[in-house]
């Protein structure tokens, strides 16, 4: 018996495809087989279409026999992905590397501290004692600055980020520091080679931002300062401060004031009793301390706060019409407060931690009471 020529056809294709699909060695050369043979374009859909040119005699067998095709084509493809997924779990097993990625059961297990919950001083809370691996968490310096930035994210603050390389202009001159100033001692500088410098405090953004936003505006920056000084356990050559800068038509002390008070309440949770001092910074006039009263004695005096019942711990105050000018603000028709927070003393304060070396230290031992 003679076959009809799209018979031929369609065996030879079964048998070139059955060939192809046997030849594949991985799964990647599988799934470009099944495109070229079952894909849009693929040739086995090709054949399936290619009914609507047959003789009507012949459509009832074309059909069959091409649709038989498409499933014999289907099965093989299906079987043999399903052989070379067996055999990649095989040769998987067979290789004796072991995934260091994967933490162990005990830290699986282990259930996520509530929030608000703070470490004690004293030891790890978690995986210590399982022999697991330790989760990590957040650095008392970043739940701090999150903490800070949400109270005054509510109260309208953009939260911005500047550079920690500077220019001198930026962290001296625009803040009415000029290079003969005395106030330059009080800020020993990190000089890079290019004549650019470490920034020795957040103030470096003042002007800066006052070039990102046009007037009304209210910000704050946090971020890494560096002086080039001695340390001992209250200072460090690289810490973190705060800055906030609020520009505006008419502001006030008062107003600055209340911010203050309202940040380190929500900060510490509990009222606090803050007072100013006048206190000098060339970029501000007037400039103040603000005290904050000591968390320990209750203000009753203790060696946390040296007999005085008062903390010394955010320098503020309105910003000098120099630094408006260097800004591009009109002092006639602007004004603005400023504060410069330091957060490292803060987190010490909140956390009751004695040596401001350990915040940057990456002792695993001293983290992981947090
Ligand atoms: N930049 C000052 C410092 O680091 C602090 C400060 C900021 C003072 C803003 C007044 C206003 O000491």
């Given at each position: 018996m003679n076959l009809a020529p799209w018979q031929v056809e369609l065996d030879a294709a079964r048998d070139l495809w059955a060939d192809r699909v046997a030849l594949c060695s991985n799964l990647a050369e599988l799934r470009s087989v099944q495109v070229d043979a079952?894909?849009?374009?693929?040739a086995v859909t090709a054949l399936v279409r290619r009914?609507?040119?047959?003789a009507n005699a012949d459509k009832r067998a074309y059909g069959q026999a091409s649709a038989a095709l498409k499933l014999v084509c289907e099965t093989a493809i299906a079987d043999k992905q399903t052989a070379l997924e067996l055999a990649e779990v095989a040769a998987e097993l067979a290789?004796?590397?072991?995934?260091?990625t994967l933490p162990p059961a005990a830290v699986l297990a282990q259930k996520p501290r509530a929030p608000g919950q703070s470490g004690g001083?004293?030891?790890?809370?978690?995986g210590g004692q399982s022999g697991g691996q330790q989760l990590g968490h957040l650095h008392p310096l970043c739940r701090v600055q999150t903490d800070v930035e949400a109270v005054f994210t509510s109260m309208g603050f953009a939260v911005l980020d500047y550079p920690e390389v500077e220019s001198e202009f930026n962290n001296f001159e625009s803040l009415n520091?000029?290079?003969?100033?005395?106030?330059?001692d009080m800020q020993d500088t990190f000089w890079?080679?290019?004549?650019?410098?470490?920034?020795?405090?957040?103030?470096?953004?003042q002007v800066r931002a006052m070039h990102t936003f046009a007037p009304p505006f209210r910000a704050i920056f946090a971020g890494k300062v560096f002086r080039y000084e001695a340390t001992d356990a209250s200072h460090e050559h690289t810490f973190h401060q705060l800055e906030g800068l609020l520009i505006d038509r008419v502001v006030s002390v008062g107003h600055l004031l209340d911010s203050m008070r309202t940040l380190l309440s929500a900060i510490l949770r509990r009222d606090v009793q803050v007072r100013l001092r006048p206190g000098y910074f060339?970029?501000?006039?007037?400039g103040f301390e603000l005290d904050l009263q000591?968390?320990?004695?209750a203000g009753a005096g203790c060696s946390a706060c040296k007999q005085s019942g008062w903390l010394e711990l955010l320098p503020c105050g309105l910003v000098h019409p120099q630094v408006l000018r260097a800004g591009g603000l009109d002092p006639a028709q602007w004004q603005g407060w400023a504060f410069g927070l330091g957060l490292s003393r803060l987190a010490m304060m909140r956390y009751g931690?004695?040596?401001?070396?350990?915040?940057?230290?990456?002792d695993a031992r001293f983290l992981a009471q947090f």
């Open positions: 079952l894909g849009k374009n693929g009914i609507g040119e047959v290789d004796d590397t072991f995934d260091v001083q004293s030891g790890g809370q978690s520091i000029p290079g003969w100033h005395p106030a330059r890079l080679d290019n004549g650019l410098l470490l920034r020795t405090h957040t103030s470096s953004g060339p970029f501000v006039e007037p000591c968390q320990l004695c931690i004695g040596d401001v070396r350990h915040l940057l230290s990456g």
